[in-house]
């Protein structure tokens, strides 16, 4: 099964805290046509690395509350990854780890 795990990092990479909850699941169940309407959720590389910093973490989550907005069976879990990537500060990183 696909698997994306989120971790908040510090600038050298060493762990900060990272959330149980399968990205993967949250981005499969992007509408095929929403490229343009989610281009920083479509941006994520479901087999590698993808970091977010400070000032770009806001737009991933406008993303995530426009898609709990559309999936309703998402939101409790789309609730704890939007919470989970507020805790991002000056340099600290959410990194998405793809496999």
Do not use: C
Request: charged fraction near 30%; glycine fraction near 8%.
């Amino acid at each position: 099964m696909q698997h994306i795990g989120i971790r908040l990092e510090g600038e050298g990479g060493g762990l900060i805290r990272k959330i149980e909850i399968n990205l993967a699941e949250i981005i499969k169940e992007l509408p095929n046509d929403s490229k343009e309407k989610f281009p920083w959720l479509w941006s994520i590389d479901p087999y590698g690395l993808t970091m977010f910093n400070l000032y770009q973490v806001p737009h991933v989550i406008n993303e995530l509350e426009e898609l709990a907005r559309l999936n309703k069976s998402l939101e409790s879990e789309i609730k704890d990854i939007i919470e989970f990537m507020k805790q991002i500060e000056q340099h600290t990183y959410i990194r998405l780890i793809g496999d």
